[in-house]
């Protein structure tokens, strides 16, 4: 039987924080929850458009509990501002979404000098989810999903170039921080394991979704060619809420196993009911695993206390 939002657990009591929560499958993922009774934060660049999308959301569900964080990934000053505010508004996360990203922009790069899709997509989220571990319980229930996409298939990790000085290809950019976000997650369920915490590192993918992520896809700001990717979307695609429940059932779903990576089960997982897929070899890779985390923690300043994980 599909999984769908009714077999969401009752989430009240719980406080589920959703980076770039405020458009496409992140305002879908936070919906959701707020329905189910979560207090449900949206961890969001643009505190304007958050707000709008708090506003939207407690029209669509009223009674929800709503609120707004100020977040910019691709700041890491504010990351770490972000993660002070959490630790003065929330007892407890329980539930820390990584859904924001960027995908395949013109080079860019962070107020940091990272690699926008990198910084953003990866670094930011390695920042901000080892800054506020301590307010995530120690339970089975506490989830850390990162999201990640089919798109990390076509991804690899270059040592010699990994911010991209030498050259710039969007796409391998972009498939690059999607992989750096799968090393991530199995990495840190490894090392939540070797620690003894309870808490739940799990990746997702949302299938392939037609949303605002895709504003920098070249060719799309032409009204032309942006009514032949709309034409497509809608026979290969999925919509922003059925992409959501990758994310919603990683989150929620009682007996999720560590490590483990949710995405639609239709042809090349592109569309479908969210259930457990495998990811590729690289993403399996513990030496690269290892040796990102400890660039990460190098490359932001945020060094964890968690043990490092053996072979």
Not at 104 to 112: A, F, I, Q
Not at 186 to 212: D, K, M, N
Request: glycine share 8%; charged share 20%; proline share 4%.
């Amino acid at each position: 039987m599909a999984w769908t939002t009714a077999d969401i657990p009752d989430q009240h009591g719980r406080t589920a924080v959703i980076t770039g929560a405020n458009v496409g499958v992140g305002l879908e993922t936070a919906a959701a929850l707020a329905a189910a009774g979560a207090r449900t934060v949206l961890a969001c660049r643009d505190r304007s458009r958050a707000e709008a999308a708090a506003a939207q959301l407690r029209a669509r569900h009223t009674g929800a509990d709503v609120e707004v964080l100020e977040v910019d990934l691709g700041d890491l000053s504010s990351v770490r501002r972000a993660a002070s505010e959490a630790h003065d508004r929330f007892e407890r996360i329980d539930a820390l979404i990584n859904n924001a990203g960027v995908m395949v922009p013109p080079l860019s790069r962070t107020t940091d000098g990272f690699e926008l899709q990198l910084g953003v997509n990866h670094l930011g989220h390695f920042a901000l989810t080892g800054l506020v571990l301590d307010l995530i319980p120690d339970s089975v229930d506490s989830r850390i999903v990162t999201v990640s996409s089919l798109a990390h298939d076509n991804g690899t990790i270059d040592w010699d170039d990994l911010n991209w000085e030498r050259s710039y290809r969007r796409s391998a950019a972009y498939g690059r921080s999607k992989l750096a976000n799968l090393l991530f997650a199995y990495e840190l369920a490894r090392r939540l394991e070797r620690a003894g915490s309870s808490v739940v590192s799990v990746a997702v993918h949302p299938g392939v979704c037609f949303t605002e992520l895709n504003r920098h896809t070249p060719g799309y700001g032409l009204a032309p060619l942006r009514l032949v990717y709309d034409a497509v979307s809608r026979a290969v695609t999925q919509t922003a809420a059925a992409g959501a429940l990758s994310s919603l059932r990683a989150a929620t779903e009682p007996g999720v196993a560590p490590g483990t990576y949710y995405g639609p089960d239709g042809r090349n997982g592109r569309q479908g009911d969210p259930v457990l897929v495998e990811s590729n070899a690289a993403s399996h890779d513990r030496d690269d695993a290892r040796r990102l985390w400890a660039v990460s923690e190098d490359l932001t300043g945020v060094h964890w206390s968690l043990p490092t994980t053996t072979p």
